[in-house]
């Protein structure tokens, strides 16, 4: 039986909202991504800032994770959209640790379009098999993708 970690980041709370929810649902461990320093300012300079960090592909230092991934054969993996791609702490999360043989299950949230978000995460993961992504879209920061479909989701990754 496969071991499953939930692993998010979320800058709002919406991708941390869904990641509780999924846990609630499918089970396995959950563990938060987080940078080692917060964003601040309001959301128009931190917008300004995601835009310059995705630009120049950096990757903020994040905090060391409460599990080892090596433990775990399938991880759920949430995350906003930040200008079409995964969120820079989200590229430090994938191109520091080993993903080899794992089974990745992306769920962006994204209140405009999602780019290639799927994409990148695939090319950043290439020995590992990236498939049933979701992406799940807010406007502001009430839901726009039906709970209905989201619920479909969650049953066929169980």
């Known amino acids: 039986m496969d071991k499953t970690l939930i692993a998010f980041y979320s800058y709002t709370g919406n991708t941390r909202k869904l990641a509780s929810q999924i846990h609630s649902t499918i089970g ?18 931190v917008v300004k800032q995601g835009k310059d960090e995705v630009t120049r592909r950096y990757k903020p230092a994040i905090r060391p994770l409460s599990v080892q991934l090596d433990k775990y054969d399938t991880i759920v993996l949430g995350m906003p959209v930040w200008w079409y791609t995964i969120a820079p702490a989200v590229l430090t999360f994938l191109t520091e640790n080993n993903f080899l043989g794992k089974k990745i299950i992306p769920f962006a949230t994204n209140g405009g379009w999602i780019g290639h978000t799927f994409k990148d995460i695939k090319e950043l993961c290439p020995d590992s098999e990236v498939k049933n992504e979701i992406n799940i879209k807010y406007s502001g920061d009430r839901l726009s993708t039906s709970m209905k479909e989201i619920e479909k989701w969650m049953d066929d990754i169980k």
């Open 28 to 45: 396995g461990d959950i563990i938060e991504i987080e940078t080692t320093v917060l964003y601040e300012g309001d959301y128009n300079s």
